[in-house]
Nanobody, 115 residues
Framework: QVQLVESGGGLVQPGGSLRLSCAGS????????VGWYRQAPGKQRELVAA???????NYADSVKGRFTISRDNAKNTVYLQMNSLKPEDTAVYYC?????????WGQGTQVTVSS
C-alpha cells in the first residue's frame, strides 16, 4: 500500500522558515517525480515545486528564490525548505508522486504565515 505522509507544517511569522517533509512508504520516491502543491481557502490547488527522478527541479514563480525542493533517498523523503515566508503562502501543502501507471497524494499539512 502506497502512502505519502507530510509533516512540518505550523504557524510561523512573516519572514520565517519551515521545512516540510514528505515521507513515502510502499513506493520508492527517488525513481519518480515528486511535487509539492498547495491549496489556499477558496483557491485551486497549485504546483509549488517539483523534482524529477533525474533531480531536475522547477518552481512556481511566486516561490522562486525562497523555496527549495530536495530529496534524501536513504530516508525515502522529499523536503520543501521554505524561507522568507509571506502571508500569501498560507495554505494546506500536499505532496504528490507520479509513477508510470498512477499517482498518489498525501493528506496535507497546514502552513499558516501570520503575525
Amino acid at each position: 500500500q502506497v502512502q505519502l505522509v507530510e509533516s512540518g507544517g505550523g504557524l510561523v511569522q512573516p519572514g520565517g522558515s519551515l521545512r516540510l517533509s514528505c515521507a513515502g512508504s510502499g513506493i520508492v520516491l527517488s525513481i519518480n517525480t515528486v511535487g509539492w502543491y498547495r491549496q489556499a481557502p477558496g483557491k485551486q490547488r497549485e504546483l509549488v515545486a517539483a523534482i524529477t527522478r533525474g533531480d531536475s527541479t522547477n518552481y512556481a514563480d511566486s516561490v522562486k528564490g525562497r523555496f527549495t525542493i530536495s530529496r534524501d533517498n536513504a530516508k525515502n523523503t522529499v523536503y520543501l525548505q521554505m524561507n522568507s515566508l509571506k502571508p500569501e503562502d498560507t495554505a494546506v501543502y500536499y505532496c504528490k508522486t507520479v509513477t508510470f501507471t498512477s499517482y498518489y497524494w498525501g493528506q496535507g499539512t497546514q502552513v499558516t504565515v501570520s503575525s
